[in-house]
């Protein structure tokens, strides 16, 4: 089953934000829980930023893959490099508190390689509650939906009515 | 007093970087148009295009998005978006054989023109790198 959205790109600071910003096209054309979209934005944001921090950490940037695939009211989202792979990094800026932090958003992680060998993050998120049914290819029923996206400058929602 | 020749911490600019380029390919439907505005967005928004140009561009991948999807050779539309000095390159990948002249014949609106050839500054139609179909390459100035 081909994705429905692969992005791929250097893996690069600045562009964890283009990252995150499509994956609110996710809240903007279904009625996707604004709370839920949360989650899957930060749980990719930390997949991500373990790719820009350790992957290729002595060398240039190379690829980011972002594939995110909708089926029957679960969102699949893959992060993909080329890097080494994963493991502890004790001289680690951060915390340590990413891949933790996935685990805890998503309802399945799986750290692995692909038939390529390259590494992946393999993050599952239920979507079906009464939310998003079918796939991305299917119009959402009753229209655009609502969710608001406060990283969208284009959003006009009322703040005040955002929760 | 003559100026120090101590520089200041913006006096050197660092170098040029490469373009760098965005991949993105999404299934035709409600979420493809959403997608590469997103994506668009924050391209243009890095490479600072002035805000007349901004919405030009938007306006350009909305009628993309919402033509495309007729002349892809599957269930897919892939981009490219390149941002240059000045210019961003938006290239539409996976149409099918004819698809691109297509797809610039369905951007004519009445009273308007054709949108793509207004808002584009140059467009060439290539064949696809892995020989099926071809692309359609839109350059955008962002002067």
Known sequence: MKPDMELSLPARAENIALIRHAFGALGETFAVDEELLSDVRLAVTEACSNVVVHAYAEEAPGPLEVLATLDDGTLTVVVRDEGPGIAPHPDSPGLGLGLPLIASLAESVHLGRDEHERTEVRMTFSLSNGQVDGAWSTPPAGGVASAADPDDPDDQTDPATRT | ?143
């Open chain 2, 1 to 143: 007093m003559s100026g120090s020749t101590t520089p200041g911490p913006y006096a050197s600019s660092p170098p040029p970087e490469p373009p760098e380029s965005v991949a993105l390919r999404v299934s035709t439907g409600p979420l493809a148009g959403p997608v590469l505005n997103r994506v668009a967005s924050m391209i243009l928004a890095r490479a600072q295009c002035p805000l007349d140009r901004f919405d030009d561009a938007l306006i350009l991948c909305d009628a993309i998005s919402a033509h495309a999807p007729a002349h892809v050779r599957d269930s897919h539309v892939a981009y490219t978006l390149t941002a240059e000095e000045r210019t961003i390159e938006l290239r539409v990948a996976e149409l099918r054989a004819g698809g691109a002249a297509g797809l610039m014949d369905d951007a004519l609106l009445p009273d308007v023109g054709n949108v793509i050839e207004r808002y584009s500054d140059s467009r060439r139609v290539e064949p696809a790198s892995d020989g099926g179909g071809e692309e359609l390459v839109l350059r955008l100035g962002c002067a």
